[in-house]
T-cell receptor
């Protein structure tokens, strides 16, 4: 069975500072990894995904993530955050590629950006 | 592309009544959609996989007779919460798959009084 761990429930950061949101996963097979962002009272928006190929994945809004197989991690980074990045961020994993694949989510990390 | 809508966005109902939530893929066809439930400040819990033209697949612990799912077309799945009770109050989110990722609807806030 697959699982996802987001160790940080909250990450406070000042505007224009860099940020890293941590995600570790466990799985017995190959995985496909995703980061989603959720703004208050809204659904989830896909930030980026790793399916294969380059381990450094660039997404929307200036975010990027790096797949590290040996450390079973997929940390999300942004070099300079904005107030508008304040939201809940979810890491998710799937063991099957394709549109019918179930996702297992981490518990989420609340990114709080302040002036 | 890959827009998913949900209706209604909010609904308040009385205990014992049933509520239907619609999930539509607006610009693509989805043979598979997923229904999630999210508790306050919690992650998403997969409730069931909705398959077009066949029965839904429910996750362990989810009552299929209480949460009825119908996937009648390639762009529409519905979730009906039957005989709703206050403990069913939650944020329900659907998703549809396209190009190896899931795209989520905006969610439906259900409050049962």
């Amino acid at each position: 069975a697959q699982s996802v761990t987001q160790l940080d429930s909250q990450v406070p950061v000042f505007e224009e500072a860099p940020v890293e949101l941590r995600c570790n996963y466990s799985s017995s097979v190959s995985v496909y990894l995703f980061w989603y962002v959720q703004y208050p009272n809204q659904g989830l928006q896909l930030l980026l995904k790793y399916l294969s190929g380059s381990t450094l994945v660039k997404g929307i809004n200036g975010f990027e993530a790096e797949f590290n197989k040996s450390q079973t991690s997929f940390h999300l980074r942004k070099p300079s955050v904005h107030i508008s990045d304040t939201a809940e961020y979810f890491c998710a994993v799937s063991e099957v590629p394709g549109t019918a694949s179930k996702l297992t989510f981490g518990t989420g990390t609340r990114l709080q950006v302040t002036l | 592309g890959a827009v998913v809508s949900q209706h209604p966005s909010r609904v308040i109902c009385k205990s014992g009544t049933s509520v239907k939530i619609e999930c539509r893929s607006l610009d693509f066809q989805a043979t598979t959609m997923f229904w999630y439930r999210q508790f306050p400040k919690k992650s998403l819990m997969l409730m069931a996989t909705s398959n077009e033209g066949s029965k839904a697949t429910y996750e362990q612990g989810v009552e299929k007779d209480k949460f009825l799912i119908n996937h009648a077309s390639l762009t529409l799945s519905t979730l009906t919460v039957t005989s709703a009770h206050p403990e069913d109050s939650s944020f329900y989110i659907c998703s549809a798959g396209r190009t190896s990722a899931q795209y989520f609807g905006p969610g439906t806030r259900l409050t049962v009084t």
